[in-house]
Nanobody, 126 residues
Framework: LVQLAESGGGSVRAGGSLSVSCVRS????????VAWFRQTPGKEREGVAV????????LYASSVEGRFTISQDNAKNTVYLQLNSLRSEDTGMYYC???????????????????WGQGTQVIVSA
């Protein structure tokens, strides 16, 4: 089992930047696919970015590619998401999630992930 805890987030004006973090605890020896999702009320949870903790593989949703960067510090069991050039539509609750394998599943689909954090709020004002 692994536990996930997000931090960071907050409020920023459009065009600004924020960083959110996801710390893993529990079984941190094995490698995981760690993803960031976001959700706003009434909408489905949207995959934003994914990273494989055992290597350098990353994947981004087209809506954020070039603006967001996912990275990791394995010594700290932490995955980061740097959010730049923020837009009002980036507003939402940001969750991190982990899976030990994705197989043939979509790495940006919430159905792929077993472990979830509680989320951290990002608000982008115009």
């Amino acid at each position: 089992l692994v536990q996930l805890a997000e931090s960071g987030g907050g409020s920023v004006r459009a065009g600004g930047s924020l960083s959110v973090s996801c710390v893993r605890s529990g079984n941190t020896v094995r490698q995981y696919w760690v993803a960031w999702f976001r959700q706003t009320p009434g909408k489905e949870r949207e995959g934003v970015a994914v990273i494989w903790t055992g290597g350098k593989t990353t994947l981004y949703a087209s809506s954020v590619e070039g603006r967001f960067t996912i990275s990791q510090d394995n010594a700290k069991n932490t995955v980061y998401l740097q959010l730049n050039s923020l837009r009002s539509e980036d507003t939402g609750m940001y969750y991190c999630a982990a899976a030990s394998a994705v197989g043939q599943q979509d790495p940006l689909s919430p159905d792929t992930y077993t472990f979830w954090g509680q989320g951290t709020q990002v608000i982008v004002s115009a």
